[in-house]
């Protein structure tokens, strides 16, 4: 059985960093594709930011610069960086992992629709 497991949330100042951690285990497949995303209460989930099988990333306009995102493939773990945190960046971060079946193109094609997903961790950024 495959599990999306996500640590490190919580609550900061504007301007501070939290660091959050995902890792895969169980999925027999190798995930191309993996990324995390973020739900505010009341809007739509929004992707963070994406990182490919061989390291390359594309993140939401807001995140440049201030998030970083990085994978280890042997682990299959997965981490987001973020820094100069902001009132707005506040919400649910969620990460995903593409199921490993099918070869996506991680910057054109809609892998998360059929990912596997963590359960969401809690980040609270007051100003």
């Known amino acids: 059985q495959v599990q999306v497991v996500e640590s490190g949330g919580g609550s900061v100042q504007a301007g501070g960093s939290l660091t959050l951690s995902c890792g895969v285990t169980?999925?027999?497949?190798?995930?191309?594709?993996m990324g995390w995303f973020r739900q505010a209460p009341g809007q739509e989930r929004e992707g963070v930011g994406i990182i490919g099988r061989d390291g390359s990333t594309e993140y939401e306009d807001s995140a440049k610069g201030r998030f970083t995102i990085s994978r280890d493939n042997d682990k299959n773990t997965l981490s987001l960086e973020m820094n100069s945190l902001k009132p707005e960046d506040t919400a649910m971060y969620y990460c995903?992992?593409?199921?490993?079946?099918?070869?996506?193109?991680?910057?054109?094609?809609?892998?998360?629709?059929?990912?596997?997903w963590s359960q969401g961790t809690q980040v609270t950024v007051s100003s």
């Open positions: 169980g999925n027999k497949y190798r995930s191309s594709c």
């Open positions: 995903a992992a593409d199921r490993g079946v099918f070869r996506f193109d991680c910057y054109e094609d809609k892998w998360w629709g059929s990912a596997y």
